[in-house]
């Protein structure tokens, strides 16, 4: 009787050990949601907190609720089951979750801009200097139409990030929605016409690289983003100003974890002084994605 009691034991201990390692797989995921970014160099040390906290919350709960805990088991199962079944927290989530969670030293292009606002002083005569104040004349972001399109849209994705990546989720949803959405319309040969945000929002997102580069910085800068606008060689794009190193760190590890369904061949970015901006082009499915080219002819600080 006795060794049958043992027995019976150690196949319950088994049992309910088993059953905490089927609960930790998807909560460790889903917690590291609403930790913020712990990054030491180049590694992600939030992940292995959240590994940490999943165990630990996961032993309390079979210390204090052993008499109950396969009913326990069950409950959270079915919450799961339920999660899959609304699509808001799927298998396929989880995995994707543990895929870019655990990227690290991911491959980064860098594009330094170091002598670019050195360059020589014909570049800023006067078709420049027009240019810039035509273009700054037409950003607007304090339009209701504008801050009322980007406030929607900013909340368009990624909800479940925000308490981990804070800003940088509205930014991201922002851009998403703007790029899936813009369609390319050249302007007339020999008449370059620089449309309001306004402008464009109210004709379908319809426009053409400059039309889209005073559209996206003027809303970005309407939910609190800072941006410019970078003139190349027959293009102009816009750039999102991330921070320092860390800040870029940061965007870094939420741009391969929100856009993880794009094939991401490096984070393309502007560094002078220590100041990081990244790509925001119409060209670009993510933000940081290829430059179309980078022979810089202007700067446009908005």
Same mark, same amino acid.
């Given at each position: 009787m006795q060794?049958?009691?043992i027995k019976h034991q150690s196949w319950f201990k088994f049992l309910v050990n088993f059953m905490g390692i089927l609960v930790i797989i998807p909560l460790t995921p889903f917690v590291c949601r609403f930790i913020p970014p712990l990054l030491v160099g180049n590694f992600n040390f939030?992940?292995?907190?959240?590994?940490?906290?999943?165990?630990?919350?996961?032993?309390?709960?079979?210390w204090i609720l052993r008499p109950f805990i396969i009913p326990f088991f069950i409950l959270i199962g079915a919450f799961l089951v339920y999660k899959q079944v609304n699509g808001t927290y799927t298998v396929k989530t989880i995995l994707q979750d543990y895929k870019n969670l655990t990227v690290q030293n991911w491959y980064?292009?860098?594009?330094?801009?170091?002598d670019l606002l050195n360059k020589s002083p014909h570049l800023f005569e006067?078709?420049?200097?027009?240019?810039?104040?035509i273009v700054k004349s037409k950003i607007s972001t304090t339009d209701?139409?504008?801050?009322?399109?980007?406030?929607k849209h900013s909340l368009e994705y990624f909800a479940d990030y925000k308490a981990k990546?804070?800003?940088?989720v509205r930014y991201f949803s922002l851009f998403k929605y703007i790029n899936n959405n813009f369609k390319y319309v050249p302007d007339?040969?020999?008449?370059e016409y620089y449309a309001t945000a306004k402008e464009t929002i109210q004709n379908g997102l319809g426009g053409d690289c400059d039309d889209h580069s005073i559209l996206m910085a003027s809303c970005m800068e309407s939910i609190g983003a800072k941006c410019r606008l970078v003139v190349v060689e027959g293009h102009m794009y816009p750039e999102l100003y991330i921070g320092d190193k860390k800040d870029f760190l940061i965007a870094q590890q939420a741009i391969i974890q929100l856009f993880s369904n794009y094939r991401i061949? #490096?984070?393309? !970015?502007?560094?002078? $002084?220590?100041?990081?901006? =990244?790509?925001?082009?119409?060209?670009?499915?993510?933000? #940081?994605?290829? !430059?179309?080219?980078? $022979?810089?002819?202007?700067? =446009?600080?908005?």
């Open positions: 060794w049958n009691n939030d992940f292995i907190l959240a590994l940490v906290i999943s165990i630990l919350v996961v032993r309390f709960f079979i980064v292009k860098e594009q330094k801009e170091a006067n078709i420049q200097s027009r240019t810039a104040r209701p139409v504008v801050r009322n399109f980007a406030l990546y804070g800003p940088l007339p040969l020999r008449d061949q #490096g984070i393309f !970015y502007h560094e002078n $002084n220590g100041e990081y901006w =990244i790509n925001l082009d119409y060209t670009a499915r993510y933000p #940081g994605g290829p !430059y179309m080219n980078d $022979n810089v002819k202007l700067v =446009i600080d908005i």
